[in-house]
């Protein structure tokens, strides 16, 4: 049984920054392919950065060099730095992971790896940028 937990969304001014943490425990191993969706209301849920098994990462391209996924394989966490917040960042943001390893370049495209692909979800974590 594997268990995300998500936090640290919030409220914030537009140019603020937030940074969101999910928590993974149960069976999931520390090289398993991670990612941070979200969702706005009346829109589908979209992949914001994906992290590899070898803690390679990509981004939507609305995020690119605002927003920054990383992960602490000691304490299995996975991370997401967000700056320069705009008020369409608005929305619930999700931690993920698959069930297996994963491998992501340059030329890797985040809506090529939909939400489909990921088999553990947390509860979601609501940003809000005004």
């Known amino acids: 049984h594997v268990q995300l937990v998500e936090s640290g969304g919030g409220s914030v001014q537009a140019g603020g920054s937030l940074n969101l943490s999910c928590a993974a425990a149960?069976?999931?191993?520390?090289?398993?392919?991670m990612a941070w969706f979200r969702q706005a209301p009346g829109k589908e849920r979209e992949g914001v950065a994906v992290?590899?098994?070898?803690?390679?990462?990509i981004y939507a391209d609305s995020v690119k060099d605002r927003f920054s996924i990383s992960k602490d394989n000691t304490n299995n966490t996975l991370y997401l730095r967000m700056n320069t917040l705009k008020v369409e960042d608005n929305a619930m943001y999700y931690c993920a992971a698959m069930g297996r390893r994963c491998r992501v370049g340059p030329s890797t495209l985040i809506t090529k790896m939909p939400h489909t692909m990921f088999s553990y979800w947390g509860q979601g974590t609501q940003v809000t940028v005004s």
């Open positions: 149960g069976h999931l191993r520390s090289d398993y392919c």
């Open positions: 992290i590899d098994s070898d803690g390679r990462s």
